[in-house]
């Protein structure tokens, strides 16, 4: 048995980078102090909040929004609303509403569930379906990220947000990072800053990852040690057509051998961002010529997705 390095209990997790040994208390101690460490590193709050936790119901962002509704009872000026965007993935996302609801009935945290069969007219299935039968590049991916960025960032605004926050982990933003690097896809790079840039637009909530710094793996203990890791257990049907997915396998087998890849990738993005933001010469973002959502080109991706798909009708355009 593998003991704690800090006290005599049975160890849960032991951390390959640092040699230590943790038991569940002095687990939940250490994740604790290191999102408090990455909110305040990378000033992702004030004292005055209104946080918007996206939630999907899968265990980051369960543990997100348990994380911060505890943290939230010891801050007057907070308050925690969540918001689950429901792409329509038969199987999947309906069981992972079932787990997203008992988690925020039983914090008592507000929450608001939008779905893209009323905002966008059509659900992700039907959408994938409609885009076969239309001939267009089949990109599941691509349609639920856009809409999905899309609802999150004007439902945050719509509940009054001062802030959207994601459950992002270390994982995750290395991932995108390296299937950037793979695509020369740079102005998806700069953005996976920690804390989004303000002031750009009006209507664009800020928002923040406040796993930035945290290994999917501890996101996950924690999950369960707090019992509300999801029931749900299936994966997204689409999940093995993208990148991500072989990427994620090959990550965390270069982990295995090299303990401290995932660190040292994610010091990589950030001396990049640093790097950049030195030299970068800021513009103000525009808005959506047909939805007056916020958009750096004349009509968001969001408006140009739904004209391919033929959701958008003559009076949309005039609008
Ligand atoms: Fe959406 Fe792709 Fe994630 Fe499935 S795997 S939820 S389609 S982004
Ligand atoms: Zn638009």
């Not at 951390?15 to 102090?33: N, P």
């Not at 429901?86 to 945290?109: M, P, Q, S, T, W």
């Not at 007219?121 to 990220?145: A, Q």
Request: contains cysteine.
């Amino acid at each position: 048995m593998v003991k704690c390095s800090f006290c005599n209990r049975r160890a849960v997790y032991v951390s390959k980078t640092s040699g230590k040994a943790y038991c569940e208390k002095h687990f939940l101690e250490y994740f604790d102090r290191k999102v408090r460490r990455t909110i305040r590193k990378y000033r992702m709050l004030t004292g005055h909040e209104h946080i918007i936790i996206a939630v999907s119901g899968g265990k980051d962002s369960l543990s997100l929004i348990h994380y911060f509704s505890n943290l939230a009872k010891n801050v007057p000026g907070w308050k925690i609303s969540a918001l689950l965007i429901d792409e329509g993935i038969k199987g999947y996302r309906d069981e992972a509403i079932k787990d997203f609801l008992e988690v925020v009935e039983e914090l008592k945290v507000d929450y608001k569930i939008v779905s893209f069969k009323e905002e966008i007219g059509l659900t992700l299935d039907e959408i994938v379906e409609k885009s076969k039968k239309l001939k267009l590049p089949y990109l599941p991916c691509s349609y639920c990220g856009v809409f999905r960025r899309y609802l999150l960032n004007k439902y945050a605004r719509i509940m009054g947000g001062t802030v959207l926050a994601t459950a992002h982990n270390l994982d995750d933003i290395i991932q995108t990072f390296l299937i950037n690097v793979m695509k020369n896809d740079w102005n998806k790079i700069i953005r996976l800053t920690p804390v989004s840039r303000t002031g750009l637009h009006a209507k664009l909530v800020k928002r923040i990852k406040p796993f930035y710094e945290i290994l999917e793996k501890e996101t996950t203990l924690y999950a369960i040690l707090n019992n509300i890791y999801p029931k749900h257990t299936s994966q997204c049907p689409y999940a093995v057509l993208s990148s991500r997915w072989h990427l994620r396998h090959f990550l965390n087998k270069l982990e295995e051998m090299n303990p401290g890849t995932k660190y040292s990738t994610l010091n990589s993005l950030l001396h990049v961002l640093e790097t950049y933001s030195a030299k970068e010469n800021v513009e103000q973002i525009g808005s959506c010529k047909i939805c007056g959502e916020p958009s750096s080109h004349e009509i968001c991706r969001a408006c140009f997705f739904k004209m391919k798909l033929g959701l958008l009708n003559s009076q949309d355009f005039n609008g």
